[in-house]
């Protein structure tokens, strides 16, 4: 199984194959154009298209597992803390203690962010959407630290990934306090990451705040849930943007960007407004399953499919289980739960979602944690960002140091062929 070929035109070429540690192989195309004279293969989404060798995160779609570094994504929501897994999966191992001790004291140290900050977060109006005011933050941070990181230098790198892990909650915390009108405060150093990021977010600046375990619990396996997830969308823009040896910030500020989207992270708030929009309509389950189902009618069912996952999604197993808990914990009654769990009960035993492999994702039920916690709808996806970061780092930073060569795909053009200019008179 080492060897693949193509044939076009009476000729074959031979390809190598390559594999992973799970068994899984592609077959390496790096010489098809230039032995076949102009010849390339053409995958529309990269549905079939694997861009790179990575050994941070392993997803097998079809039976529905998900490990970081090795790791099963259940056991990590489980037992882990997020800080813990930032380091494990950016740093490849799972910390000792003092190793997590001193990252944690690192970040500490480095979670201000520059007075003038606040002038940039100024100039948004309050109506901004949060995502667009973390991209540009997070990119703005490039100007108060201008210095690029060499790659060659393991201390450089691990200043460089301290910072942002340290500044980055500052930022989202900062969108919320804009959004809601309260004064912009930094982080305590007595609390833990996850606490600390929480009480950023909801501290009154007239109020000692109270920390909730089962918000921070909540959060904490959220967090980790959306760390990584291998080359979607957000995490190939980083990865595509720093191919150009772009910075660190400016990578991932681009990845914020990708996340946005309602077809990849900005789902989460998609799901609810669509779970709102069926509560005010009747609470009418299977007239949303027809409109999805039905080809002339745009509407899709929010958070359900995916590109991988032709099984259910594991994280949405455990995000599922933790709704019915946190909402329970906080005596939170939300009618919008028993709506998305009949839609997905519908969906489940349906031809069309049977046939097509759809199940719930991710952004199915987190929406419905996130506002028991007291989260703004159009924060929920800045909540993925945070949960994401530690992913687009360790991917960032394996990027630069396996010396990926710059991104840049090739096209079939389907244009006008040559034309003489017409001068303006003559058109
Ligand atoms: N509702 C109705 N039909 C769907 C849905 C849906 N949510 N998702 C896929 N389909 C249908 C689609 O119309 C197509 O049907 P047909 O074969 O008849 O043309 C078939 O299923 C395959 O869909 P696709 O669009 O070719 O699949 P994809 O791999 O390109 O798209 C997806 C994956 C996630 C973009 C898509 O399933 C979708 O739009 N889901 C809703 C948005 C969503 O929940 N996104 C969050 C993804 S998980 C978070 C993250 O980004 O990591």
Same mark, same amino acid.
């Given at each position: 199984m080492d060897k693949a070929s193509i044939s076009f035109n009476n000729k074959t070429y031979e390809f190598p194959v390559v594999s992973g540690t799970e068994n899984e192989y592609g077959i390496d195309i790096s010489s098809l154009r230039k032995d076949s004279g102009g010849l390339i293969t053409f995958d529309r989404g990269f549905k079939n298209t694997g861009s790179c060798k990575s050994s941070i995160t392993f997803l097998d779609g079809e039976n529905s597992i998900l490990r970081y570094r090795g790791y099963s994504i259940e056991d990590l929501a489980d037992k882990a803390s997020f800080l813990e897994v930032t380091y494990l999966l950016i740093f490849g191992e799972l910390p000792t203690k003092d190793q997590l001790d001193k990252f944690h004291a690192d970040i500490k140290d480095e979670s201000h962010v520059d007075e003038e900050m606040k002038k940039i977060l100024d100039?948004? !109006?309050?109506?901004?959407?949060p995502m667009g005011v973390v991209s540009s933050l997070t990119s703005a941070l490039i100007a108060f630290n201008p210095s690029s990181v060499n790659i060659e230098s393991d201390e450089d790198m691990y200043n460089a990934i301290v910072k942002l892990v340290a500044k980055f909650p500052v930022l989202c915390s900062w969108a919320l306090r804009k959004k809601l009108g309260r004064p912009l405060d930094y982080g305590d150093d007595n609390l833990d990451f996850v606490e600390n990021i929480v009480k950023m977010m909801f501290?009154? !600046?007239?109020q000692e705040y109270k920390i909730n375990p089962i918000v921070v619990n909540a959060l904490n396996k959220l967090l980790i849930l959306h760390a990584d997830h291998e080359q979607n969308c957000s995490t190939s823009t980083v990865r595509i943007v720093g191919s150009?040896?772009?910075?660190l910030f400016a990578s991932i500020s681009a990845g914020v960007s990708a996340l946005w989207g309602p077809l990849h992270g900005g789902a989460n708030q998609a799901v609810i407004e669509m779970l709102e929009g069926i509560k005010k309509d009747g609470g009418d389950t299977k007239k949303y399953l027809e409109k999805a189902k039905d080809k002339d009618d745009p509407f899709r069912l929010m958070g359900f499919g995916h590109?991988?996952?032709?099984?259910?999604d594991p994280r949405a197993k455990v995000i599922k289980r933790s709704a019915d808990e946190v909402l329970n914990d906080l005596g939170v009654k939300d009618e919008v739960l028993d709506i998305a769990k009949g839609l997905e009960e519908e969906a489940l035993k349906d031809d069309y979602f049977v046939q097509r492999k759809l199940y719930p994702n991710v952004d199915f039920y987190s929406g419905i944690i996130y506002r028991a916690l007291?989260? !703004?709808?159009?924060m929920f996806t800045v909540m993925f960002a945070l949960g994401r970061l530690p992913g687009w780092i360790a991917q960032w930073r394996e990027m630069r140091q396996t010396k990926e060569p710059i991104g840049r795909p090739r096209q079939i053009y389907t244009g006008e062929n040559h034309r003489e200019f017409k001068s303006i008179n003559n058109r």
């Amino acid at each position: 199984m080492d060897k693949a070929s193509i044939s076009f035109n009476n000729k074959t070429y031979e390809f190598p194959v390559v594999s992973g540690t799970e068994n899984e192989y592609g077959i390496d195309i790096s010489s098809l154009r230039k032995d076949s004279g102009g010849l390339i293969t053409f995958d529309r989404g990269f549905k079939n298209t694997g861009s790179c060798k990575s050994s941070i995160t392993f997803l097998d779609g079809e039976n529905s597992i998900l490990r970081y570094r090795g790791y099963s994504i259940e056991d990590l929501a489980d037992k882990a803390s997020f800080l813990e897994v930032t380091y494990l999966l950016i740093f490849g191992e799972l910390p000792t203690k003092d190793q997590l001790d001193k990252f944690h004291a690192d970040i500490k140290d480095e979670s201000h962010v520059d007075e003038e900050m606040k002038k940039i977060l100024d100039g948004f !109006p309050r109506s901004a959407h949060p995502m667009g005011v973390v991209s540009s933050l997070t990119s703005a941070l490039i100007a108060f630290n201008p210095s690029s990181v060499n790659i060659e230098s393991d201390e450089d790198m691990y200043n460089a990934i301290v910072k942002l892990v340290a500044k980055f909650p500052v930022l989202c915390s900062w969108a919320l306090r804009k959004k809601l009108g309260r004064p912009l405060d930094y982080g305590d150093d007595n609390l833990d990451f996850v606490e600390n990021i929480v009480k950023m977010m909801f501290k009154k !600046p007239n109020q000692e705040y109270k920390i909730n375990p089962i918000v921070v619990n909540a959060l904490n396996k959220l967090l980790i849930l959306h760390a990584d997830h291998e080359q979607n969308c957000s995490t190939s823009t980083v990865r595509i943007v720093g191919s150009s040896h772009a910075g660190l910030f400016a990578s991932i500020s681009a990845g914020v960007s990708a996340l946005w989207g309602p077809l990849h992270g900005g789902a989460n708030q998609a799901v609810i407004e669509m779970l709102e929009g069926i509560k005010k309509d009747g609470g009418d389950t299977k007239k949303y399953l027809e409109k999805a189902k039905d080809k002339d009618d745009p509407f899709r069912l929010m958070g359900f499919g995916h590109r991988v996952y032709k099984n259910y999604d594991p994280r949405a197993k455990v995000i599922k289980r933790s709704a019915d808990e946190v909402l329970n914990d906080l005596g939170v009654k939300d009618e919008v739960l028993d709506i998305a769990k009949g839609l997905e009960e519908e969906a489940l035993k349906d031809d069309y979602f049977v046939q097509r492999k759809l199940y719930p994702n991710v952004d199915f039920y987190s929406g419905i944690i996130y506002r028991a916690l007291g989260i !703004p709808v159009d924060m929920f996806t800045v909540m993925f960002a945070l949960g994401r970061l530690p992913g687009w780092i360790a991917q960032w930073r394996e990027m630069r140091q396996t010396k990926e060569p710059i991104g840049r795909p090739r096209q079939i053009y389907t244009g006008e062929n040559h034309r003489e200019f017409k001068s303006i008179n003559n058109r």
